[in-house]
């Protein structure tokens, strides 16, 4: 029993933070954009499909996890220039119903040219087998997600708390005429932060790809799962998707060793808990909810 809840919180902290990289990118968006991003599932999706590609095609893990996440970058700032961009300031159900549009459309686009079939990444052979936890052997690609994942989001979070870039982020999301006013081009700024949104849900497709088979329908399974956890550590917090990421990712892994069948139950209780409590979210503002 104990080995069985070591293995589940190990487990549980190896998704947390990769699903913080898919509801990071989300909540950024969402908080310097305020766009509603229902496509964001479908981007993680085809980062999952371009890595088992070029990691097929190329033969490299690593050239997959630098490839990959570019090019959905590039079909991000495509999708926000040329889609998003002209709603701004429009109601929000628009960019919902776009996003959410798109996102079949990605979904279709992948199932006519790679078909349904389920692939794999393959991990490479410095990453396989598996390394003694106590009393546990626990995947050593695993670890290495886990640590990989770790490291981004807090360069991420440093990135923007401390840097010129994150100001000038957090300036144009509170302020977007004054930022204007002073000879920036704000629009550039919206763009970078949607395609910085789009290769970190791209990192994580080419991450989980090597931890679970890669299919159609994973984009709208993971963008639930991002949903609740922006919802719950507060929209537009960083630090809440982060934290709210960790806590999804433990309570799913406890989930499916006491009861697999009901843990997306268990998800959706905690969310309605802490929307009774704090409707905000733990980390978001009255003015976010």
Known sequence: MVEAIIRATLLGLQLGMTLALIAAGLTLIFG????????HGALFMLGAYLGTVIAGQLGSFWLALLLAPLIVGVIGAAIEILSLRPLYGRNPLYHILLTFGIAIMIQGAILQIWGGQSRRISVPEILSGSVPIGPVN???YWLFVFAFS???????WIGIERSNLGILMRASAHDTEMV?????DVSKVFTGVFVFGAVLAGVAGVLLSGTQSVHPGMGFN???EAFIIVVIGGLGSFRGAVYSALLIGLVSA???????????????????VVLMIKPSGLFGTTEAA
């Open 222 to 224: 993971v963008i639930i």
């Open 32 to 39: 310097m954009l305020d766009v509603i991003n229902f496509a």
């Open 180 to 184: 204007n006013a002073l000879g920036i």
């Open 254 to 272: 406890y989930g499916a060793l006491i009861a697999p069948t009901l843990t997306e139950l268990f998800l959706f209780l905690l969310m309605a």
């Open 150 to 156: 770790t490291v981004l989001i807090g360069l991420v």
């Open 138 to 140: 626990y995947p050593l």
